[in-house]
C-alpha cells in the first residue's frame, strides 16, 4: 500500500538568515580591495599673527608666479635661480616671521609650477605665505 504524502500549501519563503553574513563579507571585501594611498608632499609651517605692512614691504621676500613666468622680488627668475637665490638668504637659521616667503599665484598657473615653487621654499628652510585676493562683489 502507498503512503500518501501530504504537501503544504501557500507561500515559500526565501531563505534570508545568511543576508547579513554575505552583507558583512561584502564590506569587508571592499575595504580590503579599496586602494588606500598616503599622499605625498611636503610639510610647510602657516605663518601665524598679523604682519604690519611696512614689515612685509621692506623684508619679507615674494614670488609672483603667473602661467609663464616666475618673479622673485620683482624680477624674472628660473626655477634654479629661485632654488640659488632662497638658499642665499639662508632661511633655515632664521625664527618666525622672517622665514616667511610669500607666493602669488594667478589662477592659470600649471599644479607643476606652483609646486616646485612651494617645495623650494620649503627646501631652503622657508615658510610660505599664500597670497590671495578678495573676490570683488558682484553687481
Same mark, same amino acid.
Do not use: C
Given at each position: 500500500? !502507498?503512503?500518501?504524502?501530504?504537501? &503544504? ?7 534570508? *538568515? ?29 605663518? +601665524?599673527?598679523?604682519? &604690519? !605692512?611696512? =614689515? =612685509? +614691504?621692506? &623684508?619679507?621676500?615674494?614670488?609672483? /608666479? ?7 622680488? #620683482?624680477? /624674472?627668475?628660473?626655477? *634654479?635661480?629661485?632654488? =640659488?637665490?632662497? &638658499? ?8 618666525? #616671521?622672517?622665514? /616667511?616667503?610669500?607666493?602669488? @599665484? ?5 599644479? =607643476? ?5 612651494? @617645495? @623650494?621654499?620649503?627646501? !631652503?628652510?622657508?615658510? /610660505? ?7 570683488? @562683489?558682484?553687481?
Amino acid at each position: 500500500m !502507498a503512503i500518501a504524502r501530504r504537501y &503544504k500549501t501557500g507561500e515559500t519563503r526565501v531563505p534570508t *538568515d545568511s543576508l547579513s553574513d554575505i552583507a558583512f563579507l561584502l564590506i569587508i571585501f571592499f575595504i580590503l580591495t579599496t586602494s588606500i594611498r598616503q599622499i605625498t608632499g611636503f610639510s610647510t609651517e602657516m605663518p +601665524a599673527g598679523e604682519k &604690519k !605692512a611696512e =614689515q =612685509q +614691504a621692506d &623684508k619679507t621676500p615674494t614670488i609672483a /608666479v603667473n602661467n609663464q613666468t616666475i618673479r622673485f622680488n #620683482d624680477e /624674472v627668475v628660473t626655477m *634654479d635661480a629661485l632654488r =640659488q637665490r632662497l &638658499k642665499s638668504l639662508r632661511l633655515d637659521l632664521k625664527s618666525g #616671521d622672517r622665514r /616667511v616667503v610669500m607666493l602669488e @599665484a594667478t589662477g592659470s598657473v600649471p599644479y =607643476q609650477t606652483y609646486y616646485e615653487v612651494m @617645495a @623650494a621654499v620649503s627646501a !631652503a628652510g622657508g615658510v /610660505v605665505g599664500v597670497v590671495t585676493e578678495e573676490k570683488s @562683489a558682484k553687481r
